[in-house]
């Protein structure tokens, strides 16, 4: 599923906000709300990109977070002759409150 940002309702609680966390700064993010799960698009047919992960909590401070979570992706692993990942990801507590 595509979670449009523009059309995210301020409203609806958000289960599950998973920061994917990739090389270069690039984070895309995806969204559990109820049963639907996908990632967060901007008004074209490409994952919304962002490029901290203040800009997150920024986009996302007027919405009811119920958890938040960051998840480290990278491929460099396979890339030089190292075993594959384990099956089991990490994902570490991302906290969606504002820095003073």
Known sequence: MKFIYS????ETLIDL???HSFEM??????????SEQGMVYDNSDKPMRFYSS????ELFAEFDV???????DTPYD???GNP?????????????????
């Open 54 to 57: 203040q800009q997150i909590r």
């Open 25 to 34: 700064n690039v984070y895309l993010v995806q969204l559990n709300i109820g």
């Open 66 to 72: 119920e958890q938040a979570v960051m998840v480290h």
């Open 17 to 19: 906000l998973e920061v």
């Open 78 to 80: 396979e890339m030089i």
């Open 84 to 100: 594959p990942k384990a099956n089991e990801r990490m994902a570490l507590p991302f906290s969606m409150v504002q820095p003073y």
């Open 7 to 10: 059309k995210l309702s301020t």
